[in-house]
């Protein structure tokens, strides 16, 4: 949706670190979201960027680059729950947020 | 706070007839979203309000689609005469005006036959 990117499917191990990454359109951006969705459940909110850098909130670690319009999330000693699907976000001027496809993660034992 | 209610959960009705989805925000939030999410499209925007009234309803799909928010505490998507392509979950999302996080709903899954 509008210009979003992220990969459809990643695989990692538990206890593993996984990086998914996103690249959005820079034209109009406010700031960029980051959502988990769990099969068969709604979004929920995992983390938000307006600034340049990395939001450390423990597990997992959200990065932004205003000027190159890219972000990731990073989850940290992996877990089987963190098997869901994670969504990256743009929020642009008016509030208005467009969802990516989303990045399905499974993790293995 | 019960966070974002919508209803029904599940909705299964027959091609042509009309259907109302309902959604009742978090108090005191000023933002209402209403998305549709399919294995093919994702999460899609339908409409946006702000303070009840529509900022971007250019994400609805064609008229058989509309949404009000009479008040601050409560909000319809209506689709007229509905389709079996308008299968998918509805989502419902509210947000407060000084933080910018959505709050989602338990979404209603629509079934045309």
């Known amino acids: 949706g509008q210009n979003i990117d992220q990969p459809t499917e990643m695989t990692a191990t538990e206890g593993a670190i996984v990086q998914i990454n996103c690249t959005y359109q820079?034209?109009?951006?406010?700031?960029l979201f980051w959502y988990q969705q769990h099969a068969g459940e709604a979004p929920t909110f995992l983390s938000y960027n307006v600034l340049d850098g990395l939001e450390e909130k423990g597990r997992f670690s959200s990065f932004l680059s205003r000027s190159k319009g890219y972000s990731y999330l990073l989850l940290k000693e992996l877990q089987m729950k963190d098997s869901a699907s994670y969504l990256c976000?743009?929020?642009?001027?008016?509030?208005?947020?467009?969802f990516g496809q989303g990045t399905t993660l499974q993790v293995k034992p | 706070d019960a966070g974002v209610i919508q209803s029904p959960r599940h909705e299964v009705t027959e091609m042509g007839q009309e259907v109302t989805l309902r959604c009742k925000p978090i108090s005191g939030h000023n933002s209402l979203f209403w998305y549709r999410q399919t294995m093919m499209r994702g999460l899609e925007l339908l409409i946006y309000?702000?303070?009840?009234?529509?900022?971007?309803d250019s994400g609805m799909p064609e008229d058989r689609f509309s949404a009000k928010m009479p008040n601050a505490s409560f909000s319809t998507l209506k689709i007229q005469p509905s389709e079996p392509r308008d299968s998918a979950v509805y989502f419902c999302?509210?947000?407060?005006?000084?933080?910018?996080?959505?709050?989602f709903g338990q979404g209603t899954r629509l079934t045309v036959v």
């Open positions: 309000f702000n303070n009840n009234v529509p900022i971007d």
């Open positions: 820079t034209s109009g951006f406010n700031g």
């Open positions: 999302a509210s947000s407060p005006g000084t933080d910018p996080e959505a709050f």
């Open positions: 976000v743009r929020s642009g001027n008016t509030g208005k947020l467009i």
